[in-house]
Nanobody, 114 residues
Framework: QVQLVESGGGLVQAGGSLRLSCLAS????????MGWYRQAPGKQRELVAT???????NIADSVKGRFTISRDNAKKTVWLQMNSLKPEDTAVYYC????????WGQGTQVTVDS
């Protein structure tokens, strides 16, 4: 069983930055494929970024050049650094861990005010 706890969301002005954190429980974090997803009101959940156990990252085109994903296996933490935020980035952001199944955090709200 894996538990994921996100933090770092909030209200920010357009052009600003936020850093989301996801702390995982369990002893096998280093094996997990980690990701960040987001869901805006009335829209489907979409992939934002993923990172392999070895640190290879994949960023969605919609946020490429503005968002970066990183992880520290010793700290069992994955981060999403979000720069140059836009109002369309407003959503609930969810941390995801994948090994034999998917695990999800509770989500953290990010609101970008124009």
């Amino acid at each position: 069983q894996v538990q994921l706890v996100e933090s770092g969301g909030g209200l920010v002005q357009a052009g600003g930055s936020l850093r989301l954190s996801c702390l995982a429980s369990g002893s096998t974090f280093s094996f997990y494929f980690m990701g960040w997803y987001r869901q805006a009101p009335g829209k489907q959940r979409e992939l934002v970024a993923t990172i392999t156990s070895g640190g290879s990252a994949n960023i969605a085109d919609s946020v490429k050049g503005r968002f970066t994903i990183s992880r520290d296996n010793a700290k069992k933490t994955v981060w999403l650094q979000m720069n140059s935020l836009k109002p369309e980035d407003t959503a609930v952001y969810y941390c995801n861990a994948r090994l034999s199944r998917d695990y999800w955090g509770q989500g953290t709200q990010v609101t970008v005010d124009s």
